[in-house]
């Protein structure tokens, strides 16, 4: 049914719908966050921010129009992977074609594959050369908001978007796999750039910030440091490069550059 759907879609169209898709989720998942614990309207753990002084409303205008492009870039390679499926990629409907532990697994490899291809992309970025070119607008914010999960430059959108082609044309994916990708990589950005953690700094410590990348707290001392933390999942490639500078510490100062 979803195939079937898919494959009446012209290519302009199919492009739209992935983009409403995207927009929707993504805007909906930071406005809660954002107005719910930001703006105080609910916030029963009393979750706090790392340095609410630091953080600039008036960046959010900046931080939703840049995701905006992002949210609307992203898709293009993805309608073109579904679209153009069978002559270049491996994107297939039936989980009996590849069996359940496949269905299963794929997910996992394609999470450590999708942190490995971020985090020397990200490296990469962080040349000086490129980074004024294609990432410095998302480091405008030193203490970002929900909203700046995916803001990105458009350059930096696009390569990022490429991740897909590059996957499904070596390896297999299920279309579920492919959609739990996209939902599990708005969820992730959205939480790294919260600017708090929802744990207890102790447990923090000793868990999350210590093996996840995305933890609000350590992807938070990027942003501010610009100089480690550069994967986007879990902490392996940051631990094995000698790039790990941990969590956000009382007093940290952003780095400007």
Not at 94 to 122: K, N, P, Q
Not at 137 to 142: A, E, M, Q, V, W
Not at 149 to 161: I, K, P
Not at 194 to 202: S, T, V
Request: net charge positive; with cysteine.
């Amino acid at each position: 049914m979803v195939e079937d759907f898919f494959r009446q879609l012209s290519f302009p169209k199919f492009w739209f719908f992935l983009a409403v898709m995207n927009l929707t989720r993504y805007y909906l998942i930071a406005g809660l966050i954002y107005f719910s614990v930001w703006k105080g309207y609910f916030n029963p753990f009393h979750w706090r921010a790392h340095n609410p002084a630091g953080f600039d409303s008036k960046n959010i205008p900046k931080e939703i129009l840049l995701s905006f492009v992002t949210l609307t870039t992203s898709p293009l390679a993805a309608a073109f992977v579904l679209k153009f499926k069978p002559q270049f990629f491996q994107v297939y409907y039936d989980i009996s074609e590849y069996g359940i532990a496949w269905y299963l697994g794929s997910f996992g490899l394609c999470l450590v594959l999708h942190d490995t291809w971020f985090y020397w992309v990200h490296r990469l970025l962080h040349t000086p050369r490129l980074f004024k070119l294609m990432h410095k607008r998302h480091h405008d914010f030193h203490y970002p908001s929900p909203f700046a999960g995916l803001a990105l430059d458009y350059g930096e959108a696009v390569v990022h978007s490429f991740f897909l082609a590059v996957l499904t044309f070596f390896i297999p994916l299920h279309i579920h796999v492919i959609m739990a990708i996209f939902v599990f990589l708005s969820v992730t950005s959205i939480y790294g750039h919260m600017g708090f953690d929802i744990f207890k700094p102790r447990k923090s410590q000793w868990g999350i910030s210590k093996v996840l990348c995305l933890s609000p707290n350590v992807h938070g001392n990027h942003h501010l440091q610009y100089k480690g933390n550069f994967a986007l999942y879990f902490k392996t490639w940051d631990y094995l490069m000698g790039t790990s500078i941990g969590g956000i510490q009382q007093g940290t100062r952003s780095k400007n550059v």
